[in-house]
């Protein structure tokens, strides 16, 4: 716990802006050991893949954009101090009358959570609590996950989407080429990973029922490898092998295949998202939904994570050849 | 049977641990990039193995022998990679190893 | 045995944060987080003995596929930033000498 | 299929919005976009009907009842609110093609759509759902969304309000986060009802009366209640006219639904205006809020700025009106709710009629153009009007039951201020008024004409709203104090 | 006891503050998106040290085990990361964009170059 402090304050420190990038990746890896030990396993997946994989690397790609250094100018460290200490104060105030940690007669303990544990598996018949919880029971919070993912999705390419010239992309390409020649023993070691990455997030999305793991987890890890794919191969080649429209419209399945299973509870008769409907039998049906809305979630997020991936490192293709043209 | 297991589990376990303190020692002490590289590199793929196998020997269950073992082969091949193209951009961006006494600890960022 | 490797691991962390932490230079950093990287893999894999589920071995692999590709990425970005080429090599390193 | 309306009214642009990818022309995407509009609005009619005859709504996500699943729960108040953003939606959105073509790139026009009715999903969603965790992932979607809209302006300006809202809006959002998490851990539970039932027992602890703290503070944040209004003057100004008319018209609306909703129906009305200063301190900062934002406004020389500044005294009158905390009180907060709904969409889609021929929106612009813009400019002194609070106009009622209320409970010197806010809004309406019809219109600005009719059509559909509810106050009168007081018989 | 039992809480709460001085001190904008990260990390570590039970285990059925940590903060934590990774996709594409449009990501100069065209 202590090591996050001085990652932390080193963050502070540190005014090297890669470095501050790379020591939040560390910071993400920190705490997902710490999800670990406290028995977050899913959270720790979620954290591993999010906090240490894409938002790092989503860092790294705008500082190479914008520059490294900082120019340190401090201003209003006083205002700053104080709200951070009032709301310091207040919640170390809130901590004293908190249960203690790993109480197990806390009331957050006591309420609800014993159902999810105790019935699940008679309910929804899926070993993973946290699977059963975030698919069925909070279904509605997991689709708002995804729109919300989405919408960050267009959001982007709303910002950062520009119509590409064809002559561009040749130029950018040959570079790509030639800059990478260079790098054989990586490529080809990635070459042999890529494709055991995309059957272990297959393994994931599918294996969400029994151990830690499940759609967004399984789609961050597609689209990683499909990222480590562009990095090294180039962007020009990755955007070859990949067409734009298509990862959009597919997004846009995979939003509306979670929302149609909803939409098809709700022509068989039950409340939008009751998969006890779908079959027969509850429990096959609730297994059924599951499958599809993971479905759904892995579909949505790795390609709009490729989305949000490919537009800013367009981005940074385009700006260092318009910086190279200059020179 | 048990106890050769376990004796041995402990044995790759303790190598383990002394190659990654020997390794995180390096890692502070070393003077220059490349130095710290090569006690990095070195320690990591063999106190991985090394735990990892300790691990294996532990366990009974099938899938989870495999899964270490996945493991094992993903360090063994990530490891060496990623410190062959770290050396490489490092070289390339003109960071030169410290190879007499001068003092050259910092201030060779190259941006 | 289990709890001294994950103790001694854990310093290891330890030490290779103070590297992260100090610098110099910005690929001590990348080595500092590549190895943290491969150490949290082996903490993982080692907690998930210690606790006695050693099912969740896959977040130790997703872990060491991450790291990977988070380390290539800094050397992609690395390297395309700025405005050297990859060949040239700068005398910078004896700048200061 | 009725009983499915409660959740049909968010899941139809929630599913409409990914939709819109597959229409690839802009002009297709607006019209689809209008009629899922106009459903929604169809929708939100027919539940304020139903809950007016059969009292709250509840639907159950996923079948699961109570606090195990989510539930929506939609009773007068969340069908007045509903009704209220279709209603603005639907009509901003006629507008909407026009003045987006002018202002927004061609390729980017689609994402805009989407965007839009992601933003408007978010906001029924936060509106009928009975989850405190809901609130929060809803909050997200309609604030991300608002983000990427505010960003899309044309003005380089726009995405360094837009950032700066993104931080302030990312803050607060923790902080109801944190809120919600402090609550969760007291009582075990997340559903609104649910926790209403359980706080009273631990109401006493630190540890909840931090939570109710860091809630307030992160609605705030989302409301630009005076300290914390920073971001919004530039995030309207910059964002494109027919998103600064929606979000003026809904966000802060939205965010004082939040509010409401929290201290009346999760903590109970005694422990929430007990348990902090909260009443006076309300009462003081929207009291603050009327005058420094008016006053500010009356500086201003961006006339998106003006009444940006304006709404943020707004927000102060209907944070007055809260804290009154009785029904009447209460009652006016909802009234100028609907009120100031209506003629800020108004004022910022005239404005948007103004940037579509003009370009842009600074004061010295508007010179002469009573004469050559009659029909706008004309919209936007009854809008002006309507803000004053001049009799006649909407904005008159809800000023009327504010003072009332404040007369009722004993409270001469808010009434008096309250009256004296009025004063400075005349004051900053008269600068437009004055520089539109006496100044002589600047060379070079003959061509200018009067507005399309498009644009023309929604803005005076609005401010003919705002007479009509001016005038005719039964409708809106009845429904908000059915909110109200449905709210305070809930709340012992 | 009472140290130990609110240990956690109280890391917690330190980093939150962190988190939260970058936010509001530091001019530069990719470091104060960072920052944000921090902070709603923090918010997370509340949410799962809260949901931890002391002897449970992680809330994946199988036989033999009892007692299980609280899953629901996991679900809610798993549903907030992801909107963390939303909101942090959209802001570094925002500072892209300004760094195009204003030439600068620090906060001081951009608010220098907005008053001069004001």
């Known amino acids: 716990m202590t090591f996050l402090i001085c990652v932390a304050v080193a963050i502070v420190r540190v005014k090297d802006l890669f470095a501050v990038a790379m020591l939040s990746g560390i910071y993400g890896l920190l705490s997902a050991s710490l999800f670990i030990t406290m028995d977050a396993v899913d959270v720790a997946f979620t954290e591993a893949s999010v906090g240490a994989g894409i938002s790092t690397l989503l860092m790294l790609t705008t500082v190479a954009m914008t520059g490294r250094t900082e120019h340190y100018v401090r201003h209003k460290p006083l205002l700053a101090l104080l709200v951070v200490f009032v709301t310091g104060a207040l919640l170390i105030y809130a901590t004293l009358d908190m249960p203690y940690f790993g109480d197990v007669l806390a009331p957050a303990n006591l309420h609800v959570a014993p159902r999810y544990i105790q019935d699940s598996m008679r309910e929804i018949g899926v070993d993973n609590i946290v699977t059963s919880v975030l698919a069925s029971y909070r279904a509605f919070d997991t689709f708002g996950e995804v729109v919300v993912i989405f919408t960050a999705g267009i959001g982007v390419l709303a910002l950062l989407s520009f119509t590409r010239r064809p002559e561009d992309d040749a130029e950018i390409s040959s570079d790509n080429i030639s800059m990478h020649e260079q790098n054989m023993i990586v490529r080809i070691v990635s070459k042999i990973l890529i494709p055991f990455i995309l059957l272990f997030a297959l393994y994931v999305q599918f294996h969400g029922d029994f151990g830690p793991g499940g759609g967004f987890q399984a789609g961050v890890i597609f689209a990683a490898a499909i990222i480590l794919y562009a990095m090294l191969f180039g962007m020009g080649v990755a955007r070859r092998a990949i067409n734009q429209t298509f990862v959009q419209l597919f997004a846009a399945v995979g939003v509306l295949l979670y929302g149609m299973v909803g939409v098809a509870s709700m022509l068989n008769g039950g409340n939008f998202l009751d998969y006890n409907v779908l079959s027969e039998d509850p429990v096959a049906g609730q297994h059924l939904g599951i499958l599809i809305i993971e479905l759904g979630v892995g579909i949505a997020v790795a390609m709009v994570v490729i989305i949000i991936f490919f537009n800013f490192a367009d981005r940074i293709d385009i700006s260092k050849h318009k910086a190279d043209k200059k020179i | 049977m048990d106890i050769a297991l376990n004796i041995s589990s402990a044995l790759c376990l303790f190598l383990g641990s002394f190659l990654c303190l020997s390794g995180g020692v390096g890692i502070i002490r070393f003077p220059d990039f490349y130095t710290r590289m090569h006690a990095a590199g070195v320690t990591d793929t063999l106190a991985a193995s090394m735990i990892l196998i300790g691990l294996m020997l532990q366990n009974p269950d099938a899938i989870v022998i495999l899964k270490l073992v996945m493991i094992l082969l993903m360090t063994l091949f990530i490891s060496p990679t990623t410190s062959h193209a770290m050396a490489k951009a490092a070289m390339n961006s003109g960071l030169q190893p410290l190879l007499d006494k001068k003092e050259n600890k910092d201030g060779v960022e190259s941006s | 045995m289990l709890i001294a490797a994950t103790i001694a691991i854990l310093v290891v962390m330890a030490l290779t944060i103070i590297r992260g932490c100090m610098g110099p230079t910005l690929y001590d950093r990348i080595l500092a987080v590549n190895m943290f990287g491969t150490k949290t893999v082996l903490l993982i894999s080692l907690l998930g003995f210690v606790m006695g589920r050693p099912e969740f071995l896959d977040i130790a692999i997703v872990y060491a596929l991450i790291n990977f590709i988070s380390v290539i990425g800094v050397l992609r970005f690395s390297d395309s930033f700025g405005f050297k080429q990859p060949h040239q090599k700068k005398v910078s390193g004896g700048k200061d000498s | 299929m009725l009983a499915h309306l409660p959740v049909l009214q968010v899941l139809l642009p929630l599913m409409a919005a990914p939709l819109c990818l597959f229409l690839r022309r802009p002009y297709l995407v607006w019209i689809f976009t209008l009629i899922v509009s106009g459903l929604a609005f169809l929708i939100s009619i027919s539940l304020l009907q139903q809950v007016m005859v059969s009292g709250t709504l509840v639907y159950e996500m996923g079948g699961w009842s109570g606090p195990w699943g989510i539930e929506y729960r939609i009773d007068k108040l969340s069908a007045f609110l509903l009704l209220i953003i279709t209603a603005m939606s639907t009509v901003i959105l006629l507008a909407a093609q026009t003045s987006i073509q002018k202002e927004i790139p061609e390729n980017r026009q689609i994402y805009f759509y989407i965007l839009y009715l992601f933003s408007f999903t978010g906001m029924l969603g936060i509106v009928s759902t009975g989850d405190v965790f809901n609130v929060f992932v809803f909050l997200e979607i309609s604030s991300l969304s608002a983000y990427a809209l505010i960003a899309l302006g044309k003005d380089r300006r726009a995405l360094w309000a837009a950032y700066q809202y993104l931080i302030m809006g990312t803050i607060g959002a923790t902080f109801i986060l944190i809120g919600i998490g402090l609550m969760y851990q007291m009582t075990g539970t997340l559903n609104m009802d649910d926790l209403a039932r359980r706080l009273p027992e631990v109401a006493q602890t630190r540890t909840v009366f931090a939570a109710f703290a860091f809630f307030i503070v992160g609605v705030c944040l989302k409301l630009a209640l005076f300290p914390l209004h920073l971001w919004l003057p530039n995030a309207y100004a910059y964002a494109p006219s027919i998103v600064t008319a929606f979000l003026a018209a809904t966000a802060t609306k939205v965010a004082v639904y939040l509010l409401i909703r929290f201290t009346f129906s999760v903590f109970d009305l005694s422990f929430s205006f007990t348990a902090l200063p909260l009443q006076t301190l309300f009462v003081i900062l929207g009291l603050i809020g009327i005058f420094v934002a008016s006053t500010a406004a009356i500086y201003q020389k961006n006339v998106k700025h003006l009444f940006a500044y304006s709404s943020i005294a707004q927000v102060g009158y209907m944070i007055v009106g809260y804290s009154i905390g009785t029904t009447m009180g209460l009652m006016a907060t909802l009234l100028h709710l609907f009120n100031h709904a209506l003629m800020k969409s108004a004022l910022f889609l005239a404005l948007g009629a103004v940037m579509y021929r003009i370009g842009s929106v600074q004061l010295s612009s508007f010179h002469g153009l009573g004469r050559q813009m009659p029909f706008t400019m004309a919209a936007i002194v009854a809008g002006g009007l309507s803000l004053i609070g001049v009799p006649l106009t909407v904005g008159f009622v809800s000023k009327w039951y504010l003072v009332l209320a404040a007369i009722e409970n004993g409270w001469w010197p808010v009434a008096v201020l309250i009256l004296l806010g009025s004063l400075l809004a005349i004051i900053y309406v008269w600068r437009i008024v004055e520089v539109a019809y006496f100044k002589e219109p600047v060379a070079g600005t003959d061509g200018v004409r009067e507005a399309p009719m498009a644009l023309l059509m929604p803005v005076w559909l609005l ?22 007081r449905s709210l305070f018989g809930v709340s012992p | 006891m009472m140290i130990l039992g609110l240990y956690n809480y109280w890391i917690v709460v330190a980093l939150m503050m962190i988190g939260l001085y970058i936010v509001i001190a530091q001019g ?91």
């Not at chain 4, 401010?463 to 109200?484: E, H, K, L």
């Not at chain 5, 990719?30 to 992680?58: E, H, M, P, R, W």
């Not at chain 5, 679900?75 to 204003?102: C, F, M, N």
């Open chain 5, 28 to 118: 530069n904008l990719v470091k104060k998106i960072v920052g944000l990260n921090i902070f709603q990390t923090s918010v997370f570590i509340f949410y799962i040290s809260l949901s931890k039970v002391d002897g449970g285990t992680a809330p994946i059925l199988a036989e033999g085990i009892s007692l299980y940590s609280n899953p629901l903060p996991h679900v809610l934590i798993l549903t907030a990361i992801v909107v963390s990774l939303a909101t942090t996709a959209l802001g570094l594409a925002l500072v892209v964009r300004i760094k195009e449009a204003y030439g600068s990501i620090e906060e001081e100069k951009i608010q220098m170059k907005d008053d001069q065209e004001c």
């Open chain 4, 463 to 484: 401010v003919g709203a705002n007479i009509y509810f001016g005038v005719d106050t039964r409708f809106s009168v009845d429904m908000a104090q059915a909110a109200a």
